[in-house]
């Protein structure tokens, strides 16, 4: 019994290695860039009308 275990150690790493991988690897979705540079956007005309009045 204890060399099942032993063996079932290995067992539970590769699978567990294999599903990080498929979620590691997997496709993101690119939307939220459009977001963030907006955002950025923003911030940039804010720190210009901000130096812009001193």
């Known amino acids: 019994m204890a060399a099942l275990l032993w063996l079932l150690i290995p067992v539970v790493a590769a699978v567990a290695a294999g599903l990080w991988g498929i979620w590691a690897g997997r496709q993101r979705h690119k939307t939220g860039d459009v977001t963030e540079l907006s955002g ?15």
């Open 40 to 54: 950025y956007a923003r911030f940039r005309e804010a720190m210009e009308k901000s130096h812009q009045g001193t």
